[in-house]
């Protein structure tokens, strides 16, 4: 689905998961968790400037996945050095799509998100 509603020159920008997306999509995603990145950008995070940078990116699309359903508002808040909290509007949702997260022991159901952020930053 995030094939048919990217183009290939859009930018995405994803917490967890971008390997896996960016693999079964065909699309480049960039990897905002900081795991594979450059030291450029484990600075960063590590200075709380995530958001200056996400100016400077630009990226059209962002995408998640959440264990809570929105209806109105979505509000996603992610742990690096800093806590960072992204809020949108429920209208921004491109796709949502369900989610099983974890093993047969550990089963959680939950969402995978494509938000659309252009003009956002």
Known sequence: KV?????ENEIIFQIDYSG??????????????????SFHYYN??????????????KPDYFVFYSFEKYNVNIHY???SFH???????????LYKHPLIYGGIFRKK???FYL???KNEF
């Open 3 to 7: 094939q048919e509603l990217v183009k």
């Open 20 to 37: 896996l997306i960016s693999f079964f999509s065909e699309r480049k995603i960039v990897n905002g968790d900081g795991l594979i990145n």
């Open 44 to 57: 960063i995070l590590k200075q709380g400037k995530l958001f200056n940078y996400l100016k400077e990116l």
């Open 115 to 117: 938000i659309n952020t």
């Open 109 to 111: 159901y939950g969402y």
């Open 83 to 93: 806590k960072y909290r992204f809020d949108f509007n429920s209208d921004r949702i």
């Open 77 to 79: 808040e992610f742990h």
